[in-house]
């Protein structure tokens, strides 16, 4: 059983449509999925093209909703990007900022680098989604922890992939990620 409802290469993902990836969701589901869930997931894919299409060139994977058997829940969207584990989650049609949606995506990055092997030795970065939010972070900044986890970002939409690009900036030099990440 995969542990995710899609995942693919960055080349892969944007030549399918848009129709093609909404449809593997659905079938791989468990359940049917509310409307609400199934136009969050029309949005999510459509932002994610956008902002793949700015790294079209490299060698990236994109996985959609990454299951968290500790919570029970699953991750959105996680990028695997130059030795970085993006951790993306959307609350489509929000304009603001809420603490708790923060916590719900600091928690998955938090669970990706305490219970999953091969995450455990990369840089994790959290980044909330409010879709029709305004702005975006302007500081990247590790947790006081020391534990390779950058403290949660936020941004709409429109900021995501300048954060992403200012995050592969930031941190250069990362080892790459395990091939079996997904397993």
Known sequence: MSRCLYNSSFTEFLKSSDNSIFGILCDRYHGEALTTTREAWKSEISIMKDIISRFASKDGKIIFEYDIPRLGKR?????????????????????????????????????????????????????????????????????????????????????????????????????????????
């Open 75 to 183: 991750i959105d969207v996680v990028l695997l990007l130059e030795g970085i584990v993006f951790c993306l989650e959307f609350k489509v049609g929000e304009s603001r900022i809420i603490e708790a949606d923060v916590d719900q995506v600091l928690d998955y990055a938090l669970d990706l680098k305490n219970f999953h092997k091969f995450s455990q030795d990369n840089l994790i970065v959290p980044i909330l989604v409010a879709t029709n939010y305004r702005n975006a972070s302007t500081e990247i900044q590790m947790s006081v922890y020391d534990d390779r986890v950058v403290n949660p970002l936020m941004s709409g939409k429109q900021g995501v992939a300048n954060l992403i690009a200012k995050v592969l900036k930031e941190f250069p030099n990362e080892p790459s990620i395990n091939p079996n990440w997904i397993n």
